[in-house]
């Protein structure tokens, strides 16, 4: 038994000694340590050992087993070393080098454009209100004076969810949902994505973005409507812009218009930016419909108001002389990087 265990001790410390590797250090703890290593084997046979001589060999293998543990240690011990020395020599960090810069990233054009809407609108002391985008009929439609068998609320141009959902094809039903709360008087613009059942192409998404306005007072006139949206206009396009008013036709106000305004490139001579024309149409409004008022329980007798949308990817795409919508939902990096 002693000259066994001598042997074992023997053999451990040559293999100990000739381990290259970390690896292969641990390989040679498990055959000799191990649930079914050669010293535990040892120690399975001391049931046939003469029960007098079992203190003393219990004791030489445990000998043996700290001596063994204490090389394997020492050999792990310089073997880690030896591997992180490597490893510092291999990988020479050169701190003089420049550190890699993080990318900061920087507003879309369409929200740059809607801050500014909303700073001029803001600043004539209204409010930025938002609501859903999957939105009830009720809302989208008839609360807003848009009949059954209007050509709008066509499947080809409205995604429907079932029969009494839709995805709201305007940002209007924030402002029945608005008008609905009874507080007056309502001074708000609604932003957001609106959905149309369009093809995609430089001038159609069947996603994009609006901005509606909405103000509600005793004593609202079109007068008002003409003079907010002239402001704001000088705002967005500078002090020399003019409006010019067109008449139109839109379920949910009476009378309405289009807008126009004076070419900001030409200044309303006439050139390839407004094609000709001097004038840039840019947004639909007029005066609240008395039926948009009275489903919304508010009393045309005694209120009034206009309202007025604009597409924001249309005010985007002028601001900044962009020919085609699609590249503003594209996400191509070198083209946002310009803004
Ligand atoms: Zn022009």
Redesign the pocket.
Known sequence: MKERLQKIKDEAIAKINLADSLDKLNEIRVNILGKKGELTEVLKGMKDVLPEDRPVIGQLVNDTRNAIETILDDMKNKLAAAAREKQLKEEVIDVTLPAKKSVIGHKHPNAICLDELERIFIGMGYEVVEGPEVEYDYYNFEALNIPANHPAKDEQDTFYINNEIVLRTQTSPVQVREMEKGKLPIRMIAPGRVFRSDEVDATHSPCFNQVEGLVIDKNITFADLKGTLAQFAKELFGEDTKVKFRPHHFPFTEPSAEMDVT?F??NG???R??KGE?WIEILGCGMVHPNVLRMSNIDPEEYSGFAFGVGLERITLLKYEIDDMRLLYENDIRFLKQF
């Open positions: 070419c490139k030409c001579k006439g050139c930016m407004c001097g």
